[in-house]
C-alpha cells in the first residue's frame, strides 16, 4: 500500500510540474504554440516518458482548461460565500461575483485567452471540461434563482419574448443548470451572463485600449446595468 502511494505521490507532483511549465508556454506561445516536447525538454525528461502522463498535446490542453475553469469557478464560489456570510442583498451578490471573474481573468490572462479566446486549431474540448466550465455559471444562476425565489426580482423595462427558435437552446440550458426560473428570467440572466464575459474579453484582448481608462469603475457600473437588466437592486 506504501509503495503504491508513494507512486501517486510521485506522479501527482510530475503532472502539477508538467502543467505548470505548460501555462508558462501559454504566456510565451500561446495555446496553439503547446508542445509536449518543449515541455519535456524544459524538465530534462526524454519525450516519451511525458507521453505515459499526458498521450497529446490535446490531453494537456484538456486538463490545462479544467483546471483553468476550476480555478475561476472557485473564485467565483468564494465570492458568493463570503457576500452571503456578509448579509447582502442579491444585488451586491451578483456585482461580487462579477468582480470575481474579472479579479481571477486579470491575474491570470494567459489560461482566461485559452478559456475564452480564440480557439486552438484541431481542438475540440472533449465532455470532460463541461463540468467545470459550469461552475461559475451555476453560482450566478444560483443567484437569480434564489433571487427570483423570494420574489426579489425587479427587472428594468419589460423584455421581449425569446423567438420559437430558441426555445430548444433555452430549454437545454435551463435544465443542464437546474435553473428553474421563468423564460423570461432565464433570458435576461443569459444576456447579463454574456454580458460579464463580453466585458471582462473586451479589456484583458484591447478593446479598451485608448478608449476606456477607469477599467474599475467602467466595470463596476457595466455590471450594475446588467444587474438591473435581471432585476438585481443597484449595488456598490
Given at each position: 500500500m506504501s509503495g503504491r502511494t508513494a507512486r501517486e505521490r510521485v506522479r501527482a507532483?510530475?503532472?502539477r510540474e508538467i502543467t505548470e511549465i505548460a501555462r508558462e508556454q501559454l504566456a510565451t506561445a500561446g495555446a496553439a504554440g503547446l508542445s509536449l516536447r518543449a515541455?519535456?525538454?524544459?524538465?530534462?525528461?526524454?519525450s516519451s516518458a511525458i507521453y505515459r502522463y499526458f498521450p497529446s498535446r490535446d490531453d494537456l490542453l484538456t486538463a490545462l482548461i479544467i483546471d483553468g475553469y476550476n480555478a475561476v469557478g472557485?473564485?467565483?464560489e468564494a465570492a458568493d460565500e463570503a457576500a452571503r456570510g456578509g448579509g447582502t442583498s442579491f444585488g451586491e451578490r451578483w456585482l461580487a461575483v462579477c468582480r470575481a471573474v474579472r479579479a481571477w481573468a486579470l491575474a491570470h490572462p494567459h489560461e482566461y485567452a485559452l478559456l475564452h479566446g480564440t480557439?486552438?486549431?484541431?481542438y475540440r474540448a472533449p465532455q470532460d471540461t463541461v463540468a467545470a466550465a459550469m461552475r461559475d455559471t451555476a453560482v450566478l444562476m444560483r443567484i437569480v434563482s434564489e433571487a427570483h425565489a423570494a420574489d426579489a426580482l425587479d427587472p428594468a423595462g419589460p423584455c421581449p419574448l425569446a423567438p420559437p427558435a430558441l426555445a430548444g437552446d433555452m430549454a437545454r440550458a435551463r435544465?443542464?443548470?437546474s435553473f428553474e426560473?421563468?423564460?423570461d428570467v432565464a433570458a435576461r440572466a443569459f444576456t447579463a451572463w454574456a454580458g460579464l464575459y463580453g466585458t471582462v474579453s473586451f479589456e484583458l484582448?484591447?478593446?479598451?485600449?485608448d478608449v476606456i481608462e477607469e477599467r474599475a469603475a467602467y466595470f463596476d457600473h457595466s455590471m450594475t446595468l446588467l444587474g438591473r437588466l435581471v432585476g438585481f437592486q443597484e449595488a456598490h
Open positions: 507532483e510530475l503532472v515541455v519535456a525538454r524544459e524538465m530534462d525528461m526524454v472557485a473564485a467565483v480557439p486552438v486549431p484541431g435544465t443542464a443548470l426560473v421563468p423564460a484582448f484591447g478593446q479598451f485600449n
